[in-house]
């Protein structure tokens, strides 16, 4: 039996806390030469895509801009249509809103992209949490949680009726429109939609309307329990379990040792949780003013506290019980004798694939052999050059063993993901 081939997206850093800005070798976030550089390097690794996140607006802690958070990222859309121009086989997914966002216009805006870059646009369609954010424009929190998931389906369909060409028509709970779309077919068919869902709504999702799922299990056996639950949605919309492709975030660490590998990983860990951002994510699950409490001590004795207003603004909580996942951390910090800044480094990480070149490329291939993934979505802890050294070194292992390719067969993004 042949092999599976390996997926590889890389993410642009910058809407998260990945990157370590203080090192000598970080670059700009938001100068084109950064994501010139990045998008060249990844093309020339052969990776299937580039992966832009979007923040809607600069995250709050305790009233003031969250320290991790870029100043002045340009817009998804604009950025991808610029590397269009200088890049000629790799895909560019961008994270646009469907909250926010109206259908007609912005499946106008990716069909261009499309049409301008051969055939190599995808849309991370995502839901956009609350008030905060939505006050950028005239909107307020207007949709219930649960109604978010409902308008992003509609949204989609709507989406591709449009790129269909010709008269389109939707009525729904979220839209009422009709007219005529005027675009010509697009090299793909469709934009490839990209979806991050790991609740039970996101992955029904998914499994209805999306090419790609972004998930964040890092554990192999976590890995597969997703893996098959998720492609065994697929069969009650008539799908083919190989319709959807499950790609993972994460991160990579390389050295010459294994040692050597654990030390750099563990350095950059501390890097970018420093004792501030600790505090800082302590905080959003406390939900308390955290900042007498020293990073490198204890747990705080006291309970998250529930009723009070979220001191974060504009981060999507990823812990529904604050007082259950405070419990689990104070356990975990017990049995373990962690410190704050320990415990959020631990609980906060993502995969990490770290060793020599030929051990990563190992790890990656078992994971996708073993119906864990697809295939990856890997974030560098560096800008622009993060991927320079994994290009040169894990890339040509996993060539030479036969699991990814050599030199892109196919001119889209949609052939690139489903390439023999």
């Known amino acids: 039996m042949a092999k599976k081939q390996v997926i590889l997206g890389a993410q642009f850093p910058g809407v998260n806390n990945f990157t370590v800005w203080s090192d000598p070798a970080a670059g700009s976030q938001i100068a084109?030469?950064?994501?010139?550089?990045?998008?060249?390097?990844?093309?020339?690794?052969?990776?299937?895509?580039?992966?832009?996140?979007?923040?809607?607006?600069?995250?709050?802690?305790?009233?003031?801009?969250?320290?991790?958070?870029?100043?002045?990222?340009?817009?998804?859309?604009?950025?991808?249509?610029?590397?269009?121009?200088?890049?000629?086989?790799?895909?560019?997914?961008?994270?646009?809103?469907?909250?926010?966002?109206?259908?007609?216009?912005?499946?106008?805006?990716?069909?261009?992209?499309?049409?301008?870059?051969?055939?190599?646009?995808?849309?991370?369609?995502?839901?956009?949490?609350?008030?905060?954010?939505?006050?950028?424009f005239r909107r307020g929190d207007h949709l219930p949680h649960a109604q978010r998931?409902?308008?992003?389906?509609?949204?989609?369909?709507?989406?591709?009726?449009?790129?269909?060409g010709g008269d389109f028509a939707v009525l729904s709970r979220h839209f009422d429109i009709a007219g005529r779309s005027g675009l010509g077919p697009l090299p793909q068919g469709a934009p490839v939609l990209v979806q991050a869902g790991e609740s039970d709504a996101g992955r029904e999702l998914a499994a209805s309307h999306a090419d790609v799922i972004y998930s964040r299990h890092s554990e192999l056996e976590a890995g597969r329990a997703f893996y098959a639950d998720v492609k065994g949605r697929l069969a009650r919309y008539g799908r083919r379990p190989d319709a959807l492709k499950i790609l993972p975030g994460a991160n990579f660490a390389l050295g010459d040792t294994e040692a050597e590998a654990r030390d750099?990983?563990?350095?950059?860990?501390?890097?970018?949780?420093?004792?501030?951002?600790?505090?800082?994510?302590?905080?959003?699950?406390w939900n308390r003013d955290l900042s007498a409490y020293d990073a490198e001590g204890p747990l705080p004795?006291?309970?998250?506290?529930?009723?009070?207003?979220?001191?974060?603004q504009g981060r999507a909580m990823r812990y529904d019980d604050r007082l259950a996942t405070a419990r689990k951390w104070r356990e975990i910090a017990e049995r373990d004798g962690l410190s704050i800044r320990q415990l959020v480094i631990r609980v906060t990480g993502r995969?990490?694939?770290?060793?020599?070149?030929?051990?990563?490329?190992?790890?990656?291939?078992?994971?996708?052999?073993?119906?864990?993934?697809?295939?990856?979505?890997?974030?560098?802890?560096?800008?622009?050059?993060?991927?320079?050294?994994?290009?040169?070194?894990?890339?040509?292992?996993?060539?030479?063993?036969g699991v990814f390719r050599r030199d892109y067969a196919a001119s889209t993004l949609r052939g690139h993901l489903w390439a023999a």
Do not use: M
Request: hydrophobic residues 45%; glycine residues 8%.
């Open 32 to 136: 084109f030469s950064s994501f010139r550089h990045f998008a060249e390097t990844v093309e020339r690794g052969k990776f299937d895509f580039i992966f832009l996140a979007e923040g809607l607006r600069l995250r709050e802690q305790k009233g003031r801009l969250h320290e991790l958070d870029v100043a002045g990222r340009p817009n998804t859309l604009a950025v991808l249509t610029a590397l269009a121009a200088v890049t000629q086989h790799v895909g560019l997914v961008g994270t646009l809103t469907t909250t926010f966002n109206e259908p007609y216009p912005l499946a106008r805006q990716l069909a261009t992209l499309d049409l301008l870059s051969g055939g190599r646009a995808g849309w991370n369609f995502v839901t956009s949490p609350g008030a905060f954010t939505g006050a950028n």
């Open 149 to 164: 998931y409902e308008r992003a389906r509609e949204f989609v369909e709507a989406a591709r009726q449009i790129w269909r």
């Open 264 to 285: 750099k990983a563990a350095q950059i860990r501390l890097q970018q949780v420093s004792p501030r951002s600790a505090i800082t994510f302590l905080e959003q699950v």
């Open 301 to 312: 004795a006291i309970d998250p506290d529930v009723e009070a207003d979220a001191l974060s």
């Open 351 to 401: 995969k990490q694939f770290t060793g020599t070149p030929q051990a990563v490329a190992l790890e990656i291939e078992r994971h996708v052999q073993e119906d864990a993934a697809d295939g990856f979505v890997l974030a560098p802890h560096l800008t622009p050059g993060g991927f320079d050294e994994f290009v040169a070194k894990v890339v040509p292992v996993l060539q030479d063993r």
